[in-house]
C-alpha cells in the first residue's frame, strides 16, 4: 500500500513539474490564438482553454518516459 502511495506522489510531481514548465507555451499559444479570433473573444478565456489542454496533456503522460517534452510523438 506505502509502495502505491509514493508511486503516486511521485505521478503527481511529475505531472506538476511537466505543467510548471510549459507554462509559458501555453500563454504563448493562447495570444496566438487569440490573434486569430473574433474580437469579442476575450485573452482571459483563450488562455484559460490553454491551461486546461496543458492539464489535459500532463494527465495524460507517462512518468516512465524519460523526457519532459508533452509531445507524444518524442
Same mark, same amino acid.
Given at each position: 500500500? $506505502?509502495? /502505491?502511495?509514493?508511486?503516486?506522489? #511521485?505521478? &503527481?510531481? *511529475? ?6 514548465? =510549459?507554462?509559458?507555451?501555453? $500563454?504563448? /499559444?493562447?495570444?496566438?490564438?487569440? #490573434?486569430? &479570433?473574433? *474580437? ?6 483563450? =488562455? ?27
Amino acid at each position: 500500500m $506505502r509502495v /502505491a502511495v509514493i508511486q503516486k506522489s #511521485s505521478e &503527481l510531481k *511529475f505531472r506538476h513539474s511537466l505543467i510548471e514548465g =510549459h507554462l509559458k507555451l501555453a $500563454r504563448q /499559444a493562447a495570444w496566438w490564438a487569440k #490573434s486569430r &479570433l473574433p *474580437f469579442w473573444i476575450e485573452f482571459d478565456d483563450v =488562455h484559460q482553454a490553454a491551461l486546461l489542454g496543458l492539464v489535459e496533456a500532463a494527465s495524460r503522460s507517462r512518468t516512465d518516459r524519460k523526457s519532459t517534452r508533452l509531445n507524444s510523438s518524442h
